[in-house]
């Protein structure tokens, strides 16, 4: 099981702790670092500063959007970084939530995601071989563009830069059973966003038709400290905001993904609470043990039990959130 830093997508500013870290890593010997986007920072730049101030880690995006950029527009990105980087990158891509793709990137949820995801990926595929120029009568990505309002003077195009690998490997977020099984017939890895070892067999049926090598790369916060309840409060402050306002009462991914982990009624209770103005509330609802299970917080010793839970699974690539060196460098001497 190979380790990668998590180190998502900024707050209110750029982190200066984040190259840093990611420099550090590397020195550890971790395999790779992923950043991420939601509506501010973009998961590419930040990327490719790191990608400049390093020269081994592998190069990740946990997740880039789906609705930020056609599928064309996102193949430039990932194709122009592998050529910077020397071939290190890995392409992470997620659909979000209609809270997302509607209220900030101003476009209609899809009504079948998975034909989406599946049209996308497709088109990516496409222009990293550079086979034909790419072609495809979709019914959400048309190449050339099909629509009564277009000109009908598309043309048939493939990138004038040759992609540095046809096989860049491409990763999914996704957490519905179809969309995870989708996942593994047509990408080359998965990245769960909650991950429990102790429930790996949530997902054994969706996976059942992943092939060799397929990556599963779940991303964890880790905290080296004594005390393990102090510590579960900021995995239990991100799952508050997840569960309670990443996504609409009617339709919330990350707390359909809870209900199926066996936390329905707790799920429920943070988006009412979250709902209804209770933010600090709704963060004391979500339960220790959810958290817990999900991350790896408390005394080295204690990590080092866990982390035979997390080897013993399908989990190839464990992507950890780590505030600090120390826990930085302690995960990579137990792995």
Known sequence: MRLGLALGYWGRGPDPRHLELARRAEKLGYHSVWTAES???????????????????????????????????????????????????????????????????????????????????DVVRQVLRRQAPVRLDGRYHSHPYAGEDGTGMGKPLKPITHPLRPDLPVLLGAEGPKNVAQTARIADGWLPLYWSPIRARVHEEALAEAPPGFLVAPMAQARICDDVAEGLLPVKAMLGFYIGGMGHARRNFHAELMARMGYA????????????????????????AFADEISLVGPRERIAERLELWRAGPVTDLLVTAPDPTTLRVLAELT
């Open 265 to 288: 009624e707790d799920a429920a209770r943070i988006q009412t609470l979250f709902a209804e103005g209770r933010r600090e509330e709704a963060v004391r609802a979500v339960p220790d």
């Open 39 to 121: 509506w501010g920072s973009d998961a590419f730049t930040a990327l490719t500063w790191i990608a400049a101030h390093t020269s081994r880690i592998r190069l990740g995006t946990a997740v880039a959007q789906m609705a930020a950029r056609t599928p064309t527009a996102t193949a430039m990105h990932a194709l122009t970084l592998d050529h910077l980087s020397g071939g290190r990158m890995l392409l992470g891509l997620g659909l979000s939530g209609p809270q997302v793709v509607e209220g900030w990137y101003g476009r209609p949820f899809p009504a079948s995601p998975l034909t989406l995801t599946r049209e996308y990926v």
